[in-house]
């Protein structure tokens, strides 16, 4: 990671759960992280601890709607303005409604597919943008995709929640090709994980207490700390190595 240190990231999503743990640790590893959020209070708390603990980046913290372009472009041009631009693009942010495809409210599918899906793109473009016009070549955009980007589980909670995360899937291996093409050294990787034990369940099932806590009772689940380790393995892997796709999941999970 020693060629990070310094170098500017942002990470979506990054006031809890699997964001919070990346973020925590490209800052330990003296990354300067752009950590993004609604609720940025979370994030300032998040700096602050990451001072307190002694590691050798820095955190700024930034309040952005992922549901609303014009943030996301805001938050660039800052990027841009303050710290030159971006060299890692971590797309963590993403969401789930318990909305089936029979009965599913159509505004919970557009808000999956306006944060899981477009978001996405727009942050990846913007990444990319920001790297071509300082001549960045070995930047990298990760995404922070699912295993129901690649199997879909007997669940209607999740289905259409799956229909995202199959287009995550579809999405890096696309951007791979076109940044091949562009004759760029800059790197595009999905992360998979399985179940991980964090808010994800409680937001899912909001109005079910116990079904949510249920999720994470069948086996001993990941944990964000996991995933966020196999972020900081794909960043140290050498320039000419291109990890496509890190597909994890607990021990004992079936499906």
């Not at 899912?204 to 972020?231: G, M, R």
């Amino acid at each position: 990671m020693d060629r990070w240190r310094g170098r500017v990231a942002l990470v979506t999503g990054a006031s809890l759960g699997i964001g919070a743990a990346i973020t925590n640790e490209l800052v330990r590893c003296g990354m300067k992280v752009m950590g993004c959020a609604r609720d940025v209070e979370k994030i300032q708390n998040l700096a602050a601890e990451c001072q307190s603990a002694g590691h050798s980046g820095v955190l700024v913290p930034f309040k952005c709607d992922l549901n609303n372009e014009e943030e996301i472009l805001s938050m660039f041009a800052a990027i841009k303005d303050q710290h030159k631009g971006v060299d890692v693009c971590i797309n963590n942010a993403g969401l789930a409604h318990p909305e089936s495809l029979l009965h599913g409210q159509t505004s919970g599918w557009k808000n999956m597919l306006d944060v899981n899906v477009l978001a996405l793109c727009i942050c990846s473009r913007e990444a990319y943008q920001s790297m071509k016009e300082r001549n960045v070549d070995d930047g990298h955009i990760i995404n922070l995709n699912s295993m129901s980007g690649h199997r879909v589980v007997h669940s209607t909670d999740v289905h259409f929640y799956s229909s995202t995360k199959f287009a995550v899937t579809a999405l890096t291996e696309g951007l791979r090709q076109e940044l091949r093409e562009a004759n760029t050294h800059i790197r595009a990787t999905c992360i998979s994980p399985g179940v991980v034990e964090t808010e994800f369940a409680s937001r899912l099932y909001s109005q079910n207490a116990d079904k949510a806590a249920a999720s994470y009772t069948k086996f001993k689940a990941l944990e964000a700390i996991d995933v966020a380790n196999s972020v900081i393995y794909v960043l140290s892997a050498p320039p000419h190595v291109q990890i496509g796709d890190i597909q994890m999941r607990p021990v004992e999970q079936v499906l």
